[in-house]
């Protein structure tokens, strides 16, 4: 080393250590994305927390946040063994069509499903960081956009009964109606 000191850091002991331990967990993130999608459900379902603005926003961001960070790279996971130029392009692709779906969320577009939006972001970051679990939990997220959108929809439908089954004919429920597939 040629007679040079290197100094190491002192070990980090106690409460810092482990929640710097848990921020790279991804099964946190996971389980903190679950438990925001659980908030939803419960917003969409009851009318009194579905009415409750702060509620509503610490869900959204406790079900959105962890799924950002969960493929970023210093979350400690396994990670695709593909060049990262590669999974940038697909992750990209993916996040575009991600905002095809989303973009429209301003007005209603019949041929528009959005909760496929909420599915295909995670899925496009996981891909550009190779995340291996964040691509793995993807059927998850669709499982509980699923679920979310027949909540959300058994409560509009009570609010708003047949106006709302007018608009359900013509905005998809999770897949987009692509005008070749339409029916006439």
């Known amino acids: 080393m040629g007679g040079r000191l290197v100094r190491r850091a002192r070990p980090v002991r106690g409460a810092p250590r482990v929640v710097a331990r848990a921020l790279v967990d991804p099964w ?3 389980f903190l994305a ?3 999608w659980g908030a939803c459900c419960g917003i969409v379902g009851t009318t009194t927390l579905g009415r409750r603005l702060p509620f ?3 869900a959204f961001v406790l079900a959105e946040a962890p799924r950002v960070v969960l493929p970023l790279p210093f979350v400690v996971q ?3 063994g593909v060049a990262p130029p590669a999974l940038w392009v697909v992750g990209g692709i993916v996040l575009g ?3 095809v779906f989303g ?3 301003r007005r209603i577009v019949p041929l528009t499903a959005l909760m496929v ?3 295909l972001w995670p899925l496009g970051l996981s891909l550009m960081f190779g995340s291996v679990l964040g691509i793995a939990l993807t059927p998850v997220w669709l ?15 009570r609010e708003y009964g047949d106006a709302y089954r007018a608009l359900q004919e013509r905005v998809p429920r999770l897949l987009p109606r692509l005008p070749a597939l339409r029916r006439r």
């Not at 509980?144 to 058994?154: G, P």
């Open 143 to 157: 499982l509980l956009a699923w679920t979310l959108t027949h909540l959300e929809e058994e409560s509009l439908l």
């Open 78 to 80: 396994p990670r695709l």
């Open 97 to 99: 069509a991600a905002l």
């Open 103 to 105: 973009l429209p969320v």
């Open 117 to 119: 939006c909420d599915v």
């Open 56 to 58: 509503g926003l610490a």
């Open 28 to 30: 946190l993130w996971a």
């Open 34 to 36: 679950a438990v925001g």
